[in-house]
């Protein structure tokens, strides 16, 4: 092996060294060209995405974490509390900073702080509004005296532990706020109180009725996709135009349609008063049931179509062979086909797994009240009640969770086995 | 010997309408190598899959030590199997493939190892044991999917086109090494084939199969040196047909004529009796030429003219065309045709009786081209 070699090199120092980097620069050269376009030719959905899916996205996910609201309209009080901790006295000299600050602020940046100290603490938005009326521009010479003649509140720690934790510029507390949990008055985090617990519930309860519409899917659609996938080719298009079927509709429409059959003066019910099997409609809607059937029915080809084309590259030689070497059926399909099908199933019910998460328009449709998931309080909270930041922490999560599903499935399937359609 | 399977009338029908297979008898001896060789939809390979036990006979039956296999699925009859593509499990590496036949049969862990392990040195893949089938190169699988179909000791391995995917030279060694362990074994072998010269190469016996029926059967010398059809004549090797007028029928042999040609004395093949239709088949290694001033002592003798010579190597061909218009090939030594092998040279053809059969002609039409220059078979 090394004399070949040896000589090769010799040769090549003596007298190819010189052609030999003309070599390496006319296929770069050649190369070039087909780069250029390739960039070209994905430029533009480079740009779109970058325009209108990663800024927005990273600009909404940013609000979960910056919190300026308080800093830009409090600045002098924020400068003062900046060397405090709630295990000192208070300093004498935040009473004249937010008395400035209060005299000098723009009414909507006032707002925006009041509001934001009120997703803290509650109460302070209200302390906040009755301070800066009474004050009416008045910049009165003993500040202290002032503020706790307007309320006792500002002679306590309360008020300026809030101020204090909401002065960013960035911040945990919408973080903390999406997992239930809040910093107390010394900064340690703790579970907020047990009637205000509501996002682990709603965490939970999105990845339930996930997991249950998944795992139904699968047992839906695997024995279906098997059919498909080795029956005549005319009989499978004719499945797969079944299942396809749905796409062609919008989600909302589905779902409507599904809320016209289960309603309790829809067809089921009607068709059930009539043949007398019941005396009063059954309550089919706004529940955990009729929310389960919809998502199934919406996702099933996602499961369907994954799954299909991966039976359809499995030869049907591989049951035969295994049958020909003495395995029973079933032992032939758990040694032999399914082992071959896992990618299949893994990216199915990633595929449907991950929208079930995400999912709003249904559950707000057929869902009750406690069968929302996340989605349904990121949307309350960007809509109603306009706090962005809670918002944002909570599509953090949402994110989060998908992508440490989507590392655990790339883990446990090794690198070369997604197979999305 | 003893037939270790029987066919017995065996019939199959997927439309209700045409038969794949037709009324079948076939006794397999115990451990002799039988090809199945045919064209493509001659019912080989249904006839095979039936006895693998994938496909079940519309009428007659199968038996297999003397008992029927109708009811018995096919993982209980202890056939192995190496099909076309050799399905491999992919999932699995070669020695876990080549386990599975004895996990499935619950032997023991020990026994299992040391099984693998011969079956593994047996095809010569000691060392590749560890690696998964579509790291390997086609004649790797394929050695594999032999040692696989093996490993469990059964009574019979069907083989279903085996050699199809791999190159021409690969194959030829295949052949080779699949005999050899067939020797050494001595285990019944069922192989399915479209390729006659592998069939010749490797068989015991050939059974030839067309439109769903056998043909000839026989040993490779049998079938070449003694075709009992025009079909077989024209499948097996090169032969050249040519239509004839049977003038008479002598016993063992006929007189007819090649028109525009001269006589022709033959073998009696296949004729009806009273028949006066019928081709005669001689080899190209059997058809001599001679210069045409030349003597010629062969029984059948023609004038005939050379329309294109073909070197290959060893051999050349030359395309002759008689008087009367009749096309043949023959195959010489190129020394011995140096001289007047020459296109547009006038020569003498000529060959022996005996190595000659006149054969009624078959509807299926011979190919235009003489089989010989389509490829060197």
């Known amino acids: ?421 | 010997m003893d037939a270790i399977v029987r066919y017995s009338d065996v019939s199959k029908t997927y439309d209700g309408v045409t038969s794949v297979v037709r009324n079948l008898n076939l006794d397999i001896e115990e451990g002799e190598f039988l090809t199945m060789l045919g064209p493509s939809g001659s019912g080989k390979t249904t006839s095979l899959m039936m006895l693998a036990g994938f496909e079940a006979p519309t009428s007659g039956e199968i038996l297999l030590d003397g008992r029927s296999l109708a009811r018995v699925p096919p993982h209980r009859r202890d056939i192995g199997m190496v099909f076309q593509n050799y399905a491999l499990f992919p999932h699995m590496t070669v020695s876990e493939n080549i386990a599975f036949p004895l996990q499935v049969r619950k032997r023991p862990a020990a026994e299992i190892e040391q099984r693998v392990k011969r079956a593994l040195d047996m095809v010569h893949l000691s060392t590749l044991g560890g690696r998964r089938p579509l790291q390997l190169s086609g004649g790797q699988q394929q050695r594999v999917a032999v040692a696989r179909a093996l490993v469990f000791e059964p009574k019979i391995i069907l083989m279903d086109e085996p050699l199809g995917a791999l190159d021409r030279q690969l194959r030829e060694s295949m052949q080779l090494e699949i005999r050899s362990i067939h020797e050494r074994l001595g285990v019944t072998a069922v192989y399915v084939t479209h390729d006659q010269g592998e069939a010749l190469t490797m068989s015991d016996r050939i059974a030839i199969f067309s439109n769903g029926a056998i043909e000839q059967l026989g040993s490779p010398e049998e079938l070449y040196s003694r075709p009992s059809n025009a079909f077989v004549a024209q499948f097996i090797g090169e032969n050249n047909l040519m239509p004839c007028a049977v003038a008479r029928t002598s016993g063992l042999e006929c007189e007819a004529e090649l028109a525009g040609s001269g006589p022709v004395r033959a073998r009696y093949g296949d004729l009806s009796p009273g028949q006066t239709d019928g081709v005669v088949a001689v080899r190209p290694e059997k058809v001599r030429v001679r210069p045409k001033s030349a003597m010629d002592s062969s029984e059948n003798s023609f004038s005939a003219v050379v329309e294109a010579v073909v070197f290959f190597g060893d051999h050349v061909k030359l395309a002759l065309r008689l008087a009367g218009g009749q096309k043949l090939v023959s195959r010489s030594l190129p020394e011995d045709t140096a001289t007047f092998g020459v296109v547009g040279q006038e020569l003498t053809v000529g060959w022996n009786t005996q190595d000659c059969a006149i054969y009624a002609p078959r509807s299926r039409p011979a190919p235009p081209i003489p089989v010989a220059f389509a490829s060197q078979a």
Not at chain 1, 166 to 173: E, F, K, N, R, V
Not at chain 1, 247 to 266: D, I
Not at chain 1, 280 to 286: A, G, N, R, S
């Open chain 1, 1 to 421: 092996m090394a004399a070949p070699a040896s000589a090769a090199v010799s040769f090549g120092s003596v007298s190819a060294s010189e052609p030999h980097d003309r070599l390496w620069r006319d296929l770069k050269r050649s190369q070039r060209a087909a780069q250029l376009r390739a960039i070209g030719l994905i430029l533009p959905l480079v740009v779109f995405l970058i325009l209108v899916f990663i800024v927005p996205i990273g600009m909404l996910l940013s609000r979960s974490v910056s919190d300026l609201a308080v800093p830009r309209a409090l600045p002098a009080t924020v400068a003062a509390l900046a060397g405090w901790t709630p295990a000192k006295e208070i300093p004498p000299q935040v009473y004249p900073a937010l008395v400035e600050d209060i005299g000098s602020a723009p009414q909507m940046l006032f707002g925006d702080a009041a509001a934001r100290l009120e997703t803290g603490t509650p109460g302070m938005r209200a302390l906040m509004m009755k301070t800066r009326s009474r004050l009416q521009g008045a910049a009165p010479s003993d500040a202290r005296k002032a503020l706790t003649g307007i309320s006792p509140k500002w002679d306590t720690m309360e008020g300026w532990v809030a101020i204090k934790q909401a002065s960013g510029p960035l911040t945990d507390h919408y973080l903390l706020t999406a997992l239930d949990l809040h910093r107390d008055e010394l900064g340690k985090v703790t579970r907020v109180v047990a009637y205000e617990r509501v996002f682990l519930a709603a965490i939970g309860r999105t990845f339930g009725i996930a997991f249950t519409v998944t795992a139904l899917a699968l047992l839906l659609g695997f024995p279906f996709a098997f059919l498909a996938a080795t029956s005549s080719d005319r009989v499978s298009r004719i499945l797969l135009f079944t299942v396809l079927l749905p796409f062609w509709t919008a989600m909302l429409v589905r779902a409507l349609s599904w809320s016209v059959l289960l309603q309790r003066t829809g067809i089921i019910n009607d068709a059930l008063l009539r043949l007398g099997l019941v005396r009063e409609p059954l309550d089919l809607m706004y529940n955990r049931f009729a929310l389960c059937i919809a998502l199934i029915h919406i996702f099933l080809p996602y499961m369907v179509l994954p799954l299909y084309s991966v039976m359809k590259t499995i030869p049907p030689q591989h049951m035969r062979a295994a049958a020909s070497l003495g395995a029973r059926p079933w032992m032939a399909f758990r040694r032999v086909y399914l082992p071959q099908v896992v990618p299949g199933i893994g990216a199915g019910a990633l595929l449907v797994f991950i929208q079930c998460l995400g999912v709003f328009v249904v559950p707000a449709l057929l869902g009750g009240p406690n069968d929302q998931g996340l989605p349904y309080y990121i949307a309350f909270y960007v809509n109603r009640v306009l706090n962005w930041g809670l918002a944002a922490a909570l599509s953090v999560i949402l994110l989060l969770s998908v992508a440490v599903l989507y590392a655990l499935y790339v883990r446990l399937s090794g690198k070369s086995a997604m197979v999305l359609g």
